[in-house]
Nanobody, 118 residues
Framework: QVQLMESGGGLVQPGGSLRLSCAAS????????MGWYRQAPGKQRELVAT??????????TSVQGRFTISRDNADNAKKTASLQMSSLKPEDTAVYYC?????????WGQGTQVTVSS
C-alpha cells in the first residue's frame, strides 16, 4: 500500500503563487508516475500535471507555462512530488489531489483546497 499526504493549499489572490507538496510513504519502491489532479465544484476530476520517475512531465493545456511539477527521489524512505503554481486564476480554484501509480494501481491523497479569490 502507498499513502499520500498533501500539503500547501490555501487562499491566494489572482496572480499569486502557491506550492503544493505530496509525500508518499509505505510501499513506495515501485512508484513510477506521480502527479496532481483537481476537481472544482460541479465538475469532473481533471489532470493537472504528471511526472515519471525519469522526470518526464505532462501538463494540462490550461496550466502549461504557469505550473511546474517536480519530484524528489533522493530520500529512500519516501518520495515527494511538488506542484509550483504561479499566475493563479479564479478558475484554478479546486480541490487538488496527489496521485501515484505503482504496479498498475493508482493511489490518491485526501486532497487539499486551493482557492483563488480577491
Amino acid at each position: 500500500q502507498v499513502q499520500l499526504m498533501e500539503s500547501g493549499g490555501g487562499l491566494v489572490q489572482p496572480g499569486g503563487s502557491l506550492r503544493l507538496s505530496c509525500a508518499a510513504s509505505g510501499s513506495i519502491f515501485y512508484i513510477d508516475r506521480m502527479g496532481w489532479y483537481r476537481q472544482a465544484p460541479g465538475k469532473q476530476r481533471e489532470l493537472v500535471a504528471t511526472i515519471t520517475s525519469s522526470g518526464n512531465t505532462n501538463y494540462a493545456t490550461s496550466v502549461q507555462g504557469r505550473f511546474t511539477i517536480s519530484r524528489d527521489n533522493a530520500d529512500n524512505a519516501k518520495k515527494t512530488a511538488s506542484l509550483q503554481m504561479s499566475s493563479l486564476k479564479p478558475e484554478d480554484t479546486a480541490v487538488y489531489y496527489c496521485t501515484a501509480l505503482s504496479i498498475s494501481k493508482q493511489y490518491w491523497g485526501q486532497g487539499t483546497q486551493v482557492t483563488v479569490s480577491s
